[in-house]
Nanobody, 123 residues
Framework: VQLQASGGGLVQAGGSLRLSCAAS????????LGWFRQAPGKEREFVSG?????????YHADSVKGRFTISRDNAKNTVYLQMDSLKPEDTAVYYC????????????????WGQGTLVTVSS
């Protein structure tokens, strides 16, 4: 499985970005998908997750709740992260990942990773 993340860039505080992550090599419709981020000098953080199949269960970290929305398009084998009301503290490299199962826990079972896309939010 290969995951290709895109959509990062430089945006002013209060702006929006949409990250995309397209999978190839196999269909991931049954797998949970997620977004992580890592800011310089900080540990990797689980930002958002979406369950497999219908994507009926989602998770958003408290730091992004109400501002970020994760979604998936199984027909395109793609997961998205809509990021609104961006803040400078959202600056990080964002990684998409696929879980071995249809649920996004445990986090240690995110076994397929994309290469990361940089999001920079200026104040």
């Amino acid at each position: 499985v290969q995951l290709q993340a895109s959509g990062g860039g430089l945006v002013q505080a209060g702006g929006s970005l949409r990250l995309s992550c397209a999978a190839s090599g196999r269909t991931l419709s049954s797998n949970a998908l997620g977004w992580f981020r890592q800011a310089p000098g900080k540990e990797r953080e689980f930002v958002s997750g979406i369950s497999g199949r219908s994507g009926g269960s989602t998770y958003h970290a408290d730091s992004v709740k109400g501002r970020f929305t994760i979604s998936r398009d199984n027909a395109k084998n793609t997961v998205y992260l809509q990021m609104d009301s961006l803040k400078p503290e959202d600056t990080a490299v964002y990684y998409c990942a696929a879980h071995y199962s249809s649920f996004y826990y445990p986090l240690s079972d995110f076994g397929f990773w994309g290469q990361g896309t940089l999001v920079t939010v200026s104040s």
